[in-house]
């Protein structure tokens, strides 16, 4: 199975400030790798797909990258509404496999 | 715009057998050969599992952790797809998504989800 290393678990940030998480799998993905965001009693809902296409309807301060089994999930300008979960997810082959998860707070 | 709805009993007893529907509107389960239908799960405070998927086809993958636990299924006819999963303990409880992923795109659609306890 292939293991996704996300960090940090949880982080906190201001209003307007950048923020980083990464996800790191245990073998090569190529880029078939998504982020979601969850907010509590919710879906999860799709921001990032195939490392760094953003989903329509998603914000453009949310950005992916990818720089060999390393994935970044970004957000340029952090909003009080990206207060949430955040979840990578390898969809190279089966099993998918999810990160541990982000939870972002606002200061 | 395609949509998906869990249905089942929001509470089991421990060894019980659970069984799962998704429903799904605005698109056809069997329509794409790009689409896979799966089930997922977040116990409370936890992170996501995936659980199985199956495809256009019916052909079926599953967690080998939980494989000897599950069947997937579809019913093309209502156009939904179900999950089996045996031998409940505590351990499964968790709210139960369906959604679908698009190859290439992943999970685009979810349903909101159904909380299942297992508890006597």
Same mark, same amino acid.
Not at chain 1, 61 to 67: I, L, M, P, T
Not at chain 2, 97 to 113: D, N, T
């Given at each position: ?9 949880? @982080?906190?940030?201001?209003? $307007? ?5 990464? &996800?790191? #799998?245990?073998?090569? +993905? ?10 509590? =009693? %919710?879906?999860?809902? +799709? @921001? +990032?797909? %195939?490392?760094?296409? @953003? ?20 957000? /340029?300008? @952090?909003?009080?509404? /990206?207060?949430?979960? !955040?979840?990578?997810?390898?969809? #190279? ?9 982000? %939870?972002?707070?606002?200061? | ?7 089942g009993p929001g509470l089991v007893t421990p060894s019980e057998t659970l069984s799962l529907? &998704?429903?799904?509107?605005? /698109? ?9 239908? $799966?089930w997922?799960r977040q116990p409370p405070g936890k992170?996501?599992e995936?659980i199985a ?9 599953y967690n080998?952790s939980l494989k000897s636990r599950v069947t +997937?299924?579809?019913?093309?006819? %209502?156009?939904?797809?179900?999950l089996k999963f045996n031998s409940m303990t505590a351990a499964d409880t968790a709210v139960y !998504? &369906? ?13 909101? =989800?159904i909380l299942v306890t297992v508890s006597s």
């Open positions: 199975d292939i293991q996704m290393t996300q960090s940090p678990s949880t @982080l906190s940030a201001s209003v $307007g400030e950048r923020v980083t998480i990464t &996800c790191r #799998s245990s073998q090569s +993905i190529s880029s078939w790798l998504a982020w979601y965001q969850q907010k509590p =009693g %919710k879906a999860p809902q +799709i @921001l +990032i797909y %195939k490392a760094s296409s @953003l989903e329509s309807g998603v914000p453009s301060r949310f950005s992916g990258s990818a720089s060999g089994t390393e994935f970044t999930l970004t957000i /340029d300008s @952090l909003q009080p509404d /990206d207060s949430a979960s !955040y979840y990578c997810q390898q969809y #190279s082959g089966f099993p998918w496999t999810f990160g541990q998860g982000t %939870k972002v707070e606002i200061k | 715009q395609v949509q998906l709805q869990e249905s529907t &998704c429903a799904v509107s605005g /698109d056809s389960i069997s329509g794409s050969s790009t689409y896979h239908w $799966g997922f992170g996501l995936w998927a199956i495809s256009h086809r019916g052909s079926t993958n080998p +997937i299924s579809a019913d093309t006819s %209502k156009n939904q797809f179900s !998504y &369906c959604a679908r992923h698009v190859y290439g795109a992943g999970l685009g659609h979810w349903g909101q =989800g």
